[in-house]
């Protein structure tokens, strides 16, 4: 069959995702799926929404989204764009403003599809190192080491690693950037850390992402945004509307805009999944891991006695599933996802038992 492939295409390297088990039973902590269900709200408006309008085609602008998302961060409707996730929103963005002279410059250590999106439409790129912290370093994003740069993308807070930049810190890589986009990508900043969203009304080269997959617990619905100045979203729209012009169907559209709605459910969602992340960080400790500083809905860990690969093995046989990556510099580590304290509490006490057999 490889010969009616199109060139290039065996020499794709696809993203792959966490574990999607088939086995029941499993504890899922690999994936960093939110612990708790959508907002009621949100589940009672799509119940609602099924019903013969469903034959049509729906809102292709999805005009009444956008305008709850504009709302919520003081913007304009022309200032969002929504797509089928944020991997959707991000894959046009790549399209969109990087396949230009010059190398796209993210971390080292990050959202491992940056660098297939790359693949995908030839775009050239460099890892710039994170610090011996595991932090992003502004000044790598600056001056002589950017000059070239065809574009700058990175999370906040990161990913896998959990660690985050401050508002100041962001602003300063975006201003010293005028002739590229700097696109940020804040699939976790709900977990706290603070958006870049204000910053859009001051720079043009702006473009900040979410989605509703982890902090309001629709993994499973599919739909992420863009915020950015108009002329940065009217790109997006070309891109989108010469690829799929319905990429949100009806239900997505209003099960996000009443999760969007729902402020009580999700301030409370997200208290419980930070109160559990401190817990779950000190009892990791306690246990002598080493835990980076976390803004999201995971921590990143390691221990001197068992390496990362090995943990991971062993608590999938007790039923645990958590992320392992085998890459330089932190295939010692694992991601482990904030669970329920009922969830962190069963983890806890099958790491016990499993450091007390290496003993």
């Not at 790129?125 to 370093?137: G, R």
């Not at 309001?216 to 002329?231: D, E, T």
């Not at 690829?243 to 949100?248: D, E, G, V």
């Amino acid at each position: 069959m490889n010969s009616l492939w199109s060139p290039g295409i065996a020499e794709l390297k696809p993203y792959t995702p966490g574990e999607q088990p088939k086995v029941e039973g499993l504890l899922k902590l690999n994936s960093n799926e939110h612990p708790y269900g959508p907002s009621p709200k949100a589940q009672a408006a799509m119940h609602e929404a099924i019903n013969d309008h469903l034959r049509l085609y729906p809102d292709a602008s999805s005009k009444r989204l956008r305008q709850a998302i504009a709302k919520q961060y003081k913007l304009q409707a022309d200032e969002v764009f929504v797509g089928n996730g944020s991997d959707e929103v991000l894959a046009h963005a790549f399209f969109a403003f990087f396949r230009r002279p010059g190398p796209l410059l993210f971390p080292d250590i990050s959202y491992s599809f940056y660098p297939v999106y790359c693949g995908l439409y030839g775009i050239s790129f460099k890892c710039v190192p994170l610090d011996d912290q595991f932090c992003i370093e502004p000044l790598h994003y600056m001056g002589e080491a950017s000059a070239g740069a065809t574009g700058i993308i990175f999370p906040n807070p990161n990913a896998p690693t959990g660690r985050a930049l401050t508002l100041n810190q962001v602003k300063s890589i975006v201003q010293a950037n005028p002739h590229c986009v700097v696109l940020v990508d804040e699939a976790y900043v709900d977990f706290g850390c603070e958006s870049s969203a204000p910053l859009v009304a001051e720079f043009p080269n702006l473009l900040v992402v979410h989605t509703l997959s982890k902090s309001k617990s629709l993994a499973g619905m599919r739909v992420g945004y863009a915020l950015g100045q108009a002329g940065l979203i009217d790109a997006l729209n070309r891109v989108k509307d010469s690829f799929n012009s319905y990429p949100l169907d009806h239900l997505a559209q209003v099960g996000a805009v009443a999760a969007i709605e729902d402020q009580a459910y999700f301030d409370w969602a997200t208290h419980q999944v930070i109160a559990a992340r401190e817990q779950l960080t000190q009892d990791l400790m306690t246990l002598g891991f080493e835990v980076l500083p976390s803004k999201t809905n995971f921590v990143f860990a390691r221990h001197q006695q068992i390496s990362g690969l090995e943990l991971t093995q062993r608590l999938r046989e007790h039923g645990i599933l958590i992320r392992h990556f085998s890459l330089p510099r932190i295939s010692e580590f694992v991601r482990i996802t904030v669970g329920t304290f009922d969830q962190c509490k069963r983890l806890i006490e099958c790491i016990e038992s499993i450091l007390r057999t290496l003993k």
